[in-house]
Nanobody, 122 residues
Framework: QVQLVESGGGLVQAGGSLRLSCAAS????????VGWFRQAPGKEREFVVR????????YYADSVKGRFTISRDNAKNTVYLQMNSLKPEDTAVYYC???????????????WGQGTQVTVSA
C-alpha cells in the first residue's frame, strides 16, 4: 500500500514557477513508478511526467518538456515536480500517482493522491 499527499499548488502569473511535492507513506514507495497527471475542467486526465523507481528514468509529455523537472528522494519518500515558465494552459488539478508500470495511462497507476490546484494567470 502507498498513500500519497500532494502539496505546493497555488496561483502564479504566467512565466512564474511552482514546486509540487508528493509525500508518500508505505514501505514499498521506493519500488514504484511515480507519475504526475493533471486534469483541467471539462478535460480528461492527462499524463505530465513519470519517474522510475530509482530516479534514473524520466519521461515527459511534449507539452512540458524543457519546463518541468521531476525528481525523487526515496529517503524522504517524496517526489517533486519543479514547474518553470508556467503558462495559462498549465492550469489544472495536479495529481501524483504510483504504480508498478512505467506508462502514461492513468489506469496503470494503482495509488493516487487527492490533487493540488495549480492556476496560472495570463
Amino acid at each position: 500500500q502507498v498513500q500519497l499527499v500532494e502539496s505546493g499548488g497555488g496561483l502564479v502569473q504566467a512565466g512564474g514557477s511552482l514546486r509540487l511535492s508528493c509525500a508518500a507513506s508505505g514501505r514499498t514507495f521506493g519500488s514504484v513508478v511515480v507519475g504526475w497527471f493533471r486534469q483541467a475542467p471539462g478535460k480528461e486526465r492527462e499524463f505530465v511526467v513519470r519517474i522510475g523507481w530509482s530516479g534514473g528514468r524520466t519521461y515527459y509529455a511534449d507539452s512540458v518538456k524543457g519546463r518541468f523537472t521531476i525528481s525523487r528522494d526515496n529517503a524522504k519518500n517524496t517526489v517533486y515536480l519543479q514547474m518553470n515558465s508556467l503558462k495559462p494552459e498549465d492550469t489544472a488539478v495536479y495529481y501524483c500517482a504510483a504504480g508498478g508500470y512505467a506508462t502514461m495511462t492513468p489506469r496503470d497507476y494503482a495509488y493516487w493522491g487527492q490533487g493540488t490546484q495549480v492556476t496560472v494567470s495570463a
